[in-house]
């Protein structure tokens, strides 16, 4: 029998044309600790879109005024992310927060990470409040990681490690896979088993104008590509989530570190011109477009729930 915010869900929510969307993701910090040559959020993309003289990103007390806004627009899910979201010295104390604002009784946020901050110690303090860690990792290969700028030559080993360490925790498990130029002959069907995720995401590199224009030339793949890639891992198709460039572009509720919703297009990101501190979750979310026909294809609002949806 479906709950009732599960009803509501399915009724007038996702019938709202002004709805919010029940799950966003949240870029906590611009900076990162690795040099991933596809990232479609770079440090130097989210200065530039800074106002000269400006901080680059919120602190604890605007971050924690966000997540409260989010509250109670109606948010449910939020995913933290980056840059690489363990750089955020306060991270834990932001996913508490988003699970006290959501009752504080099922697990509602996720993380996605590159496995480097993800100590035991600080996993333990927040297990309670994690719907799931999202691990990233492309290749069976150390060395093919690392020419595309994933770490310095153990990044395998390293997200096999917190992957079993989430595993222990009883904490799930997704792998986040960028499938390009370098990558889409490989088979990592040792790489999926190895991390054993109940969610495996594999996107198509995006190119992002202002982001990762140096190196995407390189690193795209064509539609027909990402499809052969796709029809090589069928074994996967139960548990998987594939996004090629159509899909992804129009379809996600990002966030920036300032609170400013974004959106990716052909031409780059489209950012709000307010933040949500300053005019609201509903009147930024005007100053975007994204395109609900896709998010709900993309799973959507099902996201919100661990147990459905490409969370």
Not at 95 to 118: D, F, K, Y
């Amino acid at each position: 029998m479906p709950s009732p915010l599960q009803r509501k869900i399915e009724g007038e929510v996702a019938e709202a044309p002004s709805r919010a969307p029940l799950s966003a993701d949240l870029h906590l910090d611009h900076r990162c600790n690795y040099r991933c040559d596809f990232c479609y959020f770079t440090e130097s993309g989210h200065l530039a879109s800074v106002q000269a003289g400006s901080q680059p990103t919120l602190d604890r007390e605007g971050y924690l005024r966000l997540l409260r806004l989010l509250a109670e627009a109606g948010v449910l899910r939020l995913t933290f992310a980056g840059g690489e979201p363990t750089l955020c010295p306060f991270l834990e104390d932001l996913v508490l927060e988003w699970h006290r604002l959501q009752g504080g009784v099922r697990p509602v946020a996720m993380v996605v990470t590159n496995g480097t901050g993800l100590c035991e110690s600080r996993v333990r303090r927040i297990q309670h409040a994690l719907g799931a860690v999202k691990l990233s990792g492309e290749s069976n290969s150390n060395l093919v990681e690392k020419a595309l700028g994933r770490g310095y030559g153990a990044h395998v080993q390293l997200i096999a490690d917190r992957a079993d360490m989430l595993h222990r925790l009883d904490i799930p498990v997704h792998l986040n896979s960028v499938i390009c130029s370098r990558n889409w002959e490989e088979d990592l069907t040792p790489l999926v088993r190895r991390v054993n995720p109940t969610i495996w995401k594999i996107f198509q590199v995006l190119p992002v104008p202002g982001q990762n224009d140096a190196q995407i030339s390189n690193l795209s793949i064509s539609v027909e590509q990402f499809s052969d890639f796709l029809s090589r891992h069928r074994q996967f198709e139960g548990i998987w989530a594939p996004e090629d460039n159509e899909l992804m572009r129009g379809s996600y509720a990002m966030i920036d570190p300032l609170g400013r919703f974004f959106q990716s297009t052909p031409r780059g990101y489209l950012r709000s011109t307010h933040s949500i501190l300053d005019v609201g979750v509903h009147e930024a979310l005007q100053e975007i477009h994204i395109d609900w026909g896709k998010y709900d294809r993309r799973g959507g609002d099902r996201r919100a729930f661990a147990e459905g949806g490409n969370a």
